[in-house]
């Protein structure tokens, strides 16, 4: 087999040659501005060792890949209590679906769907003012990749608030379920703000190397989580990290995964990698059209799929 660092830049290579790269997400209009023509990957593997390829140290808006964070501080805080206000099945639906909070007395489905990161941005509201529980994401992040340069884009989180009604309306509903227990004002303040957060491909493959090792920071030995709640938010991953594309993915990517808006992907090989891609355009559900053709074509050639025998 080739080098890894000879794939990342073959990969590379080659996304910058495909023709169809997908649509901007321009209904929040920051990230329509950026062009499609982006495209980043970092792969991180367990010795430290750091493969970058394109635009790879470029920010870019994090948007629902910021769920995987939420997530964890949310179980750090109040354990499997999380599951009593957030199911754990896929969603079948749309990112932003309102359909099954109906049917299901306002409990979403799966904490990475909108309905679902709202609430588990209202278990880290947590009775606190906004601004500290948007302080303690950031400064999780921040530990993780190890790096204080990691920052929230304003500009991203006002136009969230500006265009978010959608949210404003899953919020404003599962609060008349009682599945809301602070103003939704605030709650939202927090999902918008993580949803702002700016990292590169290397700063984001670098914060996820948690879940790659068993729950481990492996730059520095100490536990995040515990080696089943990292296995747990893998298998999550694996099952939702994509809305109603989660199946696609597993099935040509094979690696827990979560996708967001803004283009980026982070995909677990556990015990192998930490993976991040990055191109803006991205597919009819949502996910990084070439971010995914990409974790595809490196799977294929390194055998790293957990499917593999």
């Known amino acids: 087999m080739a080098s890894l660092e000879s794939i990342v830049a073959e990969i590379a290579a080659e996304m910058a040659e495909a023709p169809r790269r997908g649509a901007v997400a321009d209904y929040i209009p920051v990230l329509g501005e950026i062009s499609p023509d982006k495209f980043g990957m970092a792969v991180i593997e367990v010795d430290g060792s750091c493969h970058l ?68 941005a209202d278990v880290l509201l947590g009775g606190h003012e906004p601004i500290e529980a948007i302080g303690e994401i950031l400064r999780f992040v921040r530990a993780l990749a190890d790096d204080d340069s990691i920052f929230i884009d304003e500009r991203v989180a006002q136009a969230e ?45 670098l914060a996820g190397r948690y879940l790659m090792t068993g729950g481990i920071n492996p730059a520095t030995g100490h536990s995040i989580v515990s080696t089943r709640r990292a296995r747990r938010i893998n298998a999550l991953m694996m099952m939702c990290g994509h809305y109603d594309g989660s199946g696609e993915f597993a099935f040509r990517v094979g690696l827990p995964g979560k996708s967001g808006v803004g283009g980026g992907i982070l995909a677990i090989a556990p015990g192998r990698a930490s993976i991040a891609v990055w191109s803006p355009g991205l597919n009819a559900r949502g996910t990084s059209q070439l971010g995914a053709l990409a974790l595809e074509r490196l799977v294929h050639r390194t055998g790293w799929s957990v499917f593999e025998a």
């Open 53 to 120: 390829a394109g635009d790879a140290e470029e920010p870019f808006s994090i948007q629902s890949i910021s769920k995987v964070f939420s997530l964890t501080l949310a179980l750090g805080a109040i354990g499997d209590n999380l599951w009593e206000r957030v199911g754990r099945e896929p969603s079948g639906s749309a990112f932003n679906s309102i359909v099954q909070l109906e049917t299901e007395s306002g409990i979403p489905r799966n904490p990475f769907i909108n309905a679902g990161a709202i609430v588990v």
């Open 161 to 205: 608030q500006q265009t978010g009604f959608r949210n404003v309306a899953l919020a404003n509903y599962m609060r008349a379920f009682g599945n809301i227990h602070h103003p939704v004002e605030r709650t939202l303040g927090v999902y918008f703000h993580q949803c702002a957060l700016a990292l590169s491909c290397r700063q984001l493959a």
